[in-house]
């Protein structure tokens, strides 16, 4: 089963820049697709950027990063990454990181991390 980790997150001033990795312990060409969602206090979960690994590597962003925000994956580390600049307070929230990956009934299952926290300050 795929297990996902999040790190990279933490505490930055608006304006300012941080590198959030997803490692997966499944190799990532195995997996069909993976995302960056967040979630804020109050709010509902949002995709954030995602990167279709199947059929190579075409990405998608919320409106709300397009220009700030940029995934890719990283075949050395197993990673997706999300590279994050000029941070704005409306970024603050938990981030996680989703993979789907097909079973041997060819069904796209779902995983989750655990998140890893992004807070801005003004």
């Known amino acids: 089963q795929e297990q996902l980790v999040e790190s990279g997150g933490g505490l930055v001033q608006a304006g300012g820049s941080l590198r959030l990795s997803c490692a997966a312990s499944?190799?990532?060409?195995?997996?069909?697709?993976m995302g960056w969602y967040r979630q804020a206090p109050g709010k509902q979960r949002e995709l954030v950027a995602g990167?279709?690994?199947?059929?190579?590597?075409?990405?998608n962003y919320a409106e709300s990063v397009k220009g700030r925000f940029t995934i890719s994956t990283d075949n050395a580390k197993n990673t997706v990454d999300l590279q994050m600049n000029n941070l704005k307070p409306e970024d603050t929230a938990v981030y996680y990181c989703?993979?789907?990956?097909?079973?041997?009934?060819?069904?796209?299952?779902?995983?989750w991390g655990q998140g890893t926290q992004v807070t801005v300050s003004s």
């Open positions: 990167i279709i690994i199947v059929s190579g590597g075409s990405t």
């Open positions: 989703n993979a789907h990956i097909y079973d041997r009934s060819w069904a796209l299952n779902s995983f």
């Open positions: 499944e190799p990532i060409d195995s997996i069909n697709d």
